[in-house]
C-alpha cells in the first residue's frame, strides 16, 4: 500500500464505491472516485479530441460496469461493451485503427514488454472465459444499448439507476 496526501492511503484500503453493484454514487461522483484512486490511469484532457472521447468513455465504462484497472477487468470490459453498448465489435475495431490508441499501445508495451502484456493477458483467461459465455448469452439479442461516447446524460444519474435501466446489475460481482 502507498501513502498519499489527503486520506487516500485510507480510501486504497477499501474496495472502491462505483464496484459495489448497488452503488448510489453518481456516475460523476464515481469517475471522480475512479480517478483519484488511480493516479496511472492517462487522464483523457491530456490527449488528442477524438481518441480523449475514446478514453473517456472507457473510464466511464469501468465506473458502469463496476470493473478495476487489472488486467481481469480490462479483458472483461470489452465483451461488455460490445454486448451491452453501442460500441459494437465493429466500432471497436475501427476506433483501434486510431493512429493515438496505436501510440497508448506501443507505450504500454514500451513500459512493461510485449512478453509482460501476453503473458498477463494469458494468466487472466482461464478464469475469465467461463464467466464471459454466461454473459454473452445473456446479451444476445439485447436492444436497450448503454451509450458508449455519447455518455453525458448519464453523469448526473446514480450507478443503481444506470445499471437498473440497462439491466447490468447481472453481470457486476
Partial sequence: ???RPSGLL????QRPHYM?????QTLREGLAEYYA????????ETQ????AKILSAHDVGHIIYGCD??????LKILPLFWWTSECTFQTYLSMKNSPAV?????????????LWLYGAVLRVL????PELIPIWFKTRNRQKLVPFLAFEPLLDRSLLNIRQEFDLLQFIK
Avoid: R
Avoid at 484512486?37 to 483523457?44: A, D, I, K, Q, R
Avoid at 488528442?48 to 481518441?51: A, K, L, N, R, S
Avoid at 508495451?109 to 510485449?114: A, F, Q, S, W, Y
Fill in 1 to 3: 500500500m502507498v501513502c
Fill in 10 to 13: 485510507e480510501i486504497m484500503s
Fill in 20 to 24: 459495489d453493484k448497488n452503488s448510489t
Fill in 37 to 44: 484512486l488511480n493516479p496511472h490511469v492517462t487522464p483523457p
Fill in 48 to 51: 488528442p479530441p477524438e481518441f
Fill in 69 to 74: 484497472t487489472g488486467m481481469y477487468d480490462e
Fill in 102 to 114: 496505436d501510440v497508448m499501445y506501443a507505450d504500454m508495451i514500451k513500459e512493461k514488454g510485449v
Fill in 126 to 129: 482461464p478464469p475469465l472465459i
